[in-house]
């Protein structure tokens, strides 16, 4: 048999240790990723070895020749451009079309017994088999699911946590048939997994899968992972091999290459593995689970700690090193201190009494001068847990972790996402920290060619609505984050002005820890004007598209809360033209009282419902988030929020917009479907996160129509035919509009609403759990599916449909958590319901 293996990935999130060589060149225990497979190939019995290269080809080539100092005979095929991994091996069809072949990662470490998934795959007579693993975290790889006899049933690629039905991903070793070949065309770019694998599902071809199971493999896709897989074979619990080809001698856990200088003061700490020609000086300290290249030097009184020294490395005098990565001809001088995660890039020279902070990045070739301490990353972003975008946009620490360089780069990488040319609407809250952040992130994005029309402090809503009016490429909005006064939050829109899609957001990602922003000349620089008319073009679409002349013929009298915002100075005015008598309250600009917490918001909600009272008014409401949201009181002094007014809201739709298609997300209570039945409308459910939501107001080429209103349970409204994103000041004039149309007070219409018995919990679960707990959960979901047990819905997480009730388990996309949802038609089975599954949770926790 013959073998592939795939070396032509640029490793670009193991930068800066690719950045000037290929990933499978870079040292797993002193010797190359790609120079584990090899032997491992032969090992097997495998020596006809085809190489498909392209990202620096000819480092690996010149490293391995024609392969036969390691017994084997490689063959080299090089992309011009890339061809995709199904593209590539089709490219060396001429050498493997004989025979079954097998296709394995030459940047990905594994001991896994060939011999067994060979023999599986003749044995089920397939014509791919894919070797599977169970990893802790799912996100980053391709999900599969097989049947009990190995079938392969569905696959999704690096879904979000809402997707995860399984912990089982593909680990990018095939076992193939050479009539794989006829699915492709010569010189296309295919992938196996997007492109030739689902066809073969498609056309139910024999397509196994072949979990690993006592075998060891790791996707070395990061630094963390890059240490972490040393550390993993040096505790012995793999069949990696350890040290180079040189003789390498092995006591107590302690590997010493070939003409080694230890002194007898020194401490060596097992596990350890020391190349050869290296010098360790009195006093030092190395390991545990360290790793030192070839020629390295350790001077007296050093320590080495948990960390990885590639070759020709030399620590100073009392320095100190700890859980770090420092790549080849590197140079610490004395009395430096290396903390937890940080990679020094090639020939850095760091000099006396440096710190390097942790996490930091150091790229190849620089100098850090004596005394220095080192708080930010050199051409390399400092990349914090999990990804740059969150929930609703990049947040972290005001003016700690998000500081006005960070933002120049956000900046400047969203300006290389777009063309260059392009628009960009920029806004802010009112407070002194989003000022600063917006100026900066608007440098970064004129240094990009990209021209800037900014409005300034301004509410949210207007600023989408002038992303569309102005037919800009997008939008950023700059705010403290809504529910914690410390983080500062950056929204980035497309030109819809709906949150950009998940696919935008990792090629914003890619440039900013690439740094590989657009650089244009002088006279390309973009141009920053100011919107003069953002506020009149959103107030004329907004009369042109009510029926003022309705709401103003209710003559009512309303108690606004404007909680200190900016919406103060814009909407009262708009409320009087339309008629309204209104009492404003904390109604002037404020970032110092603007409440930052949902409990100070409701802390608003009593006194706001006596003056209601008080005043005998209709109604009254209180605006939040920056104008997106809204809570409302009725003229009793009931506080209408959360499900309840979303129940609300839509009965008023359905009444007014008869056959209506609203949109509501999973989590929402069944009780909304009835509601809307009898106008003879449609609820249609979405994921939880808004960016769904809105896109089911978005009018779009090749898909089915936009709904006409949508609404989550904490306030935010969409009306397609205004705009598609959450918008209180609009949705409230509606609101009007609608009472104005039916005749009804708000409390009638609370009176009239079914009641709602919706629950919900948080688990905390480790991330290394929640890929194994969901794998769980959906297979227990398919046997109860395939038994006509049990109805379960997985739009977005997984839904139980229970008797009487539902219940939802989602795994948080950010945190490490797990939400369950429970309804049913009293409180306390729904309470049952949610402690079942929590309980359930619980218990595989254990596990």
Same mark, same amino acid.
Request: net charge negative; aromatic share 8%; hydrophobic share 40%.
């Given at each position: ?21 290929p990933?499978?060149?870079?040292p ?24 498909t ?8 080539e ?37 025979d079954t072949f097998?296709?394995?990662?030459g ?12 023999e599986?795959h003749?044995?089920?007579k ?27 049933r569905?696959f ?16 990018g070793?095939y !076992?193939l ?9 010569p ?17 139910k071809?024999?397509?196994?899968g072949?979990?690993m199971?006592n ?11 890059? &240490? ?19 003789? =390498?001698?092995?006591t ?18 097992p596990?350890?593995?020391i ?11 190395? @390991? ?19 960390? !990885? ?12 090193i ?26 850095c020279?760091?000099?006396n009494?440096?710190?390097?902070r942790?996490?930091i990045?150091?790229w ?6 004596a005394?220095? !301490? ?5 051409i390399?972003?400092?990349k ?15 003016n ?17 996402? =777009?063309? &260059?040319?392009?628009t ?16 900066a ?11 800037v ?5 301004m509410?949210?809503?207007?600023a989408?609505?002038s ?5 800009? @490429?997008?939008?950023?909005h ?7 006064p410390?983080?500062i ?17 990792r ?13 244009v000349?002088?006279?390309?620089v ?13 107030a ?16 009512l009298?309303?108690?606004a809360?404007?909680a200190f ?18 009492i ?7 970032v ?22 008080t005043?005998?008014?209709?109604m009254g409401?209180?605006?939040?988030a920056?104008?997106e949201r ?8 009931q506080?209408?929020g ?11 739709v359905?009444?007014?917009?008869p056959?209506a298609?609203?949109?509501?997300? !999973?989590?929402?209570?069944?009780? =909304? ?13 979405s994921r ?11 009018a ?8 006409d ?22 949705a ?7 009472l104005?149309t039916t @005749? ?15 629950t ?9 759990a ?11 979901a398919?046997?109860l ?6 109805h ?8 139980f449909f229970?008797?009487? @009730? ?13 939400h ?5 038609s009293?409180?306390?089975?729904a ?13 595989? =926790?254990?596990?």
């Amino acid at each position: 048999m013959k073998a592939v293996i795939m070396a032509g990935g640029e490793g670009t999130r193991l930068r800066p240790l690719t950045s000037q060589r290929p990933k499978p060149l870079v040292p797993v225990l002193n010797m190359p990723i790609m120079e584990h497979i090899v032997l491992l190939l032969k090992e097997h019995g495998i020596t006809d070895i085809v190489v498909t290269l392209h990202y620096l080809a000819d480092e690996i080539e010149g490293y391995f020749g024609d392969g036969s100092e390691w017994g084997v005979n490689l063959i080299y095929s090089v992309e011009e451009t890339p061809l995709g991994t199904a593209g590539s091996v089709k490219q060396a069809e001429s050498y493997l079309k004989d025979d079954t072949f097998l296709i394995i990662s030459g940047d990905a470490l594994t001991d896994i017994n060939l011999d067994r998934v060979i023999e599986y795959h003749r044995k089920r007579k397939s014509l791919a088999t894919l070797v599977l693993s169970h990893v802790p975290n799912p996100l980053e790889f391709g999900v599969v699911i097989t049947d009990d006899e190995g079938r392969i049933r569905r696959f999704l690629e690096k879904p979000s946590w809402g997707e995860v039905f399984s912990d089982t991903v593909n680990t990018g070793m095939y !076992i193939l048939e050479p009539s794989i070949f006829s699915y492709m065309e010569p010189g296309q770019n295919y992938d196996w997994s997007h492109d030739i694998f689902p066809k073969l599902l498609k056309e139910k071809k024999p397509l196994y899968g072949y979990i690993m199971e006592n075998d060891y493999w790791c996707d070395v896709g990061n630094l963390q992972q890059y &240490r972490e897989a040393q550390y993993t074979v040096l505790d012995g619990n793999t069949r990696v091999r350890i040290g180079t080809r040189s003789v =390498l001698s092995h006591t107590n856990g302690v590997w010493v290459g070939d003409g080694c200088e230890i002194d007898p003061s020194a401490q060596i700490l097992p596990p350890v593995v020391i190349g050869r020609n290296c010098k360790i000086k009195g006093e030092a300290i190395v @390991g545990p689970y360290s790793v030192i290249g070839d020629n390295c030097i350790i001077e007296e009184q050093a320590k080495v700690h948990r960390s !990885i020294l590639w070759d020709n490395v030399y620590v100073g005098v009392g320095s100190q090193i700890n859980a770090s990565t420092v790549c080849s001809h590197t140079t610490i001088e004395s009395d430096c201190n290396i903390q937890e995660g940080a990679v020094i890039g090639a020939r850095c020279r760091i000099e006396n009494g440096t710190t390097i902070r942790t996490q930091i990045k150091l790229w190849p070739d620089k100098i850090i001068e004596a005394g220095s !301490i080192v708080t930010m990353s050199l051409i390399w972003g400092q990349k914090w847990a999990g990804s740059l975008f969150r929930k609703q946009g990049v947040m972290g620490i005001a003016n700690i972790e998000l500081t006005p360089d960070f933002a120049c780069k956000l900046g400047a990488s969203f300006g290389g996402y =777009l063309k &260059r040319g392009a628009t960009v609407v920029t806004s802010r809250d009112s407070g002194p920290v989003a000022r600063m952040m917006k100026r900066a992130l608007i440098s970064g994005l004129l240094s990009v060619g990209v021209n800037v029309l900014d409005m300034r402090s301004m509410p949210l809503p207007i600023a989408r609505h002038s992303i569309l009016g102005s037919q800009a @490429g997008g939008g950023v909005h700059v705010r403290i984050a809504p529910d914690d006064p410390k983080m500062i939050l950056f929204e980035f829109f497309d030109e819809q002005g709906i949150y950009v899609a998940q696919s935008a957001e990792r090629k914003i990602e890619t440039i900013f820890y690439r740094e590989d922003f657009r650089r244009v000349d002088a006279e390309q620089v973009g141009i920053l004007e100011f919107a003069g008319r953002g506020i009149e073009q959103y107030a004329e679409a907004f009369y042109h598209r009510l029926n003022t002349e309705a709401i103003r013929d209710l003559h009512l009298k309303v108690v606004a809360d404007f909680a200190f915002s900016r919406l103060a100075s814009i909407y009262p005015s708009m409320l009087g033209r339309m008629g309204v008598d209104l009492i404003a309250l904390n109604a002037y600009p404020d970032v110092q009282k603007t409440p930052k917490t949902p409990e100070a918001r409701a802390a608003l909600l009593p006194g706001l419902a006596r003056i209601v009272q008080t005043l005998q008014a209709d109604m009254g409401v209180l605006f939040e988030a920056d104008g997106e949201r809204m809570t409302l009181v009725s003229e009793e002094g009931q506080v209408i929020g959360g499900n309840e007014l979303l129940a609300l809201m839509i009965a008023l739709v359905a009444r007014t917009h008869p056959h209506a298609r609203i949109a509501v997300p !999973i989590t929402a209570p069944s009780i =909304l479907e009835p509601i809307v039945a009898l106008h003879d409308g449609t609820i249609v459910r979405s994921r939880t996160n808004s960016r769904d939501l809105m896109e089911f107001c978005v009018a779009r080429p090749n898909k089915e129509g936009r709904v006409d209103f949508a609404g989550d349970d904490r306030g935010g409204f969409i009306f397609s035919e205004f705009q598609p994103t959450f918008d209180a000041m609009y949705a409230f004039g509606k609101l009007m509009e609608m009472l104005a149309t039916t @005749g009804l007070r708000l409390s009638e219409l609370v009176r009239e609403l079914p009641p709602a018995h919706l629950t919900r919990t948080m688990i905390r679960c480790p991330w290394d759990a929640k890929g194994r707990i969901m794998r769980v959960l959906t297979r227990e979901a398919d046997s109860l599916m395939s038994a006509n047990k049990q109805h379960v819905e997985m739009v977005d997480g997984i839904k139980f449909f229970e008797r009487d @009730g539902w219940v939802l388990v989602l795994p948080d996309a950010s945190e490490p958590y797990f939400h369950i949802y429970a309804e049913s038609s009293s409180h306390e089975h729904a309470h049952e319901l949610l402690c079942k599954y929590a309980k359930k949770i619980e218990l595989l =926790l254990q596990d």
